[in-house]
């Protein structure tokens, strides 16, 4: 079956949803990286009125423009890479030195308890950071009006701070204390 951008996006999010967030309510295992069988997901989806097959799963992996699922080499498992907010999984990333800068996309109404508490995971396991102003500009517009934050990353690391980088290059923190936080001209990002 060829699937056009809404029924792909539309199997990414649902996908997002159950390998990072949600597994049980499928009745899907997930292993502590992360891991599903995707006989089982199949199958979990099924039983939730979704009629999903491998070749529509390897077409949201193939496709999805952020890399967010891997297949393991011999297309029996899928994970999702980042972005987890289910305790089962306890994903390791490789550690890595950052770039002098990374960006934070969020809502301005957000901004005064980070200017207090700095940046927090919340319920997803890491701070996740983007190399670019865009990327941290969408993901500040999905909730509301947005403000990037540039982060002082490297200056963070060479004060003992441990940086990770994901398979899709997303990068990782595990919080981020606010004096390494400036706020970016907002006409940069309008
Ligand atoms: C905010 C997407 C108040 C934080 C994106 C964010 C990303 C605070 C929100 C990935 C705070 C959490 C993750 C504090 C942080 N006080 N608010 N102290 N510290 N926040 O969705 O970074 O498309 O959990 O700024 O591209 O928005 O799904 O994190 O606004 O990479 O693959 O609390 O999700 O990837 O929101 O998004 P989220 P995020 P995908």
Same mark, same amino acid.
């Given at each position: 079956?060829t699937?056009?951008?809404?029924?792909?996006? +539309?199997?990414s999010?649902?996908?997002?949803?159950?390998?990072r967030?949600e597994?049980q309510t499928?009745g899907?295992?997930?292993d502590?990286?992360g891991?599903a069988d995707?006989?089982?997901?199949?199958?979990?989806?099924?039983r939730d009125?979704?009629?999903?097959?491998?070749?529509m799963?390897?077409?949201?992996v193939?496709?999805?423009?952020?890399?967010?699922?891997?297949?393991?080499?011999d297309?029996?498992r899928?994970?999702?890479?980042q972005?987890? =907010?289910t305790s !089962?999984?306890?994903r390791?990333?490789? +550690?890595?030195?950052?770039?002098?800068l990374?960006?934070?996309g =969020?809502? =301005?109404r957000?901004?005064?308890?980070?200017?207090?508490q700095?940046?927090?995971a #919340?319920?997803r396991?890491?701070?996740?950071l983007?190399?670019?102003?865009t =990327?941290a500009t969408?993901v500040?517009?999905?909730? #509301?009006k947005?403000?990037?934050?540039?982060i002082?990353?490297?200056?963070?690391?060479q004060?003992?701070?441990?940086?990770?980088?994901?398979?899709?290059?997303?990068?990782?923190?595990?919080a981020?204390?606010?004096?390494?936080?400036d !706020?970016?001209?907002?006409?940069?990002i309008?």
């Amino acid at each position: 079956m060829t699937m056009d951008p809404t029924q792909l996006d +539309e199997l990414s999010r649902y996908l997002s949803y159950v390998l990072r967030h949600e597994p049980q309510t499928i009745g899907l295992q997930l292993d502590k990286d992360g891991w599903a069988d995707i006989d089982s997901l199949i199958a979990g989806a099924g039983r939730d009125g979704r009629a999903i097959d491998l070749s529509m799963i390897r077409a949201v992996v193939e496709t999805s423009p952020k890399k967010r699922f891997a297949l393991s080499d011999d297309f029996q498992r899928i994970r999702a890479v980042q972005g987890h =907010t289910t305790s !089962t999984v306890q994903r390791t990333y490789p +550690e890595a030195i950052p770039p002098d800068l990374l960006y934070h996309g =969020t809502a =301005t109404r957000f901004l005064a308890s980070i200017r207090e508490q700095g940046l927090k995971a #919340g319920l997803r396991h890491h701070v996740h950071l983007s190399l670019d102003l865009t =990327t941290a500009t969408a993901v500040g517009k999905r909730h #509301g009006k947005p403000v990037v934050l540039v982060i002082r990353a490297l200056r963070m690391h060479q004060n003992g701070f441990k940086f990770f980088l994901s398979e899709n290059n997303v990068w990782l923190t595990n919080a981020v204390p606010p004096e390494f936080i400036d !706020t970016i001209d907002q006409s940069l990002i309008e």
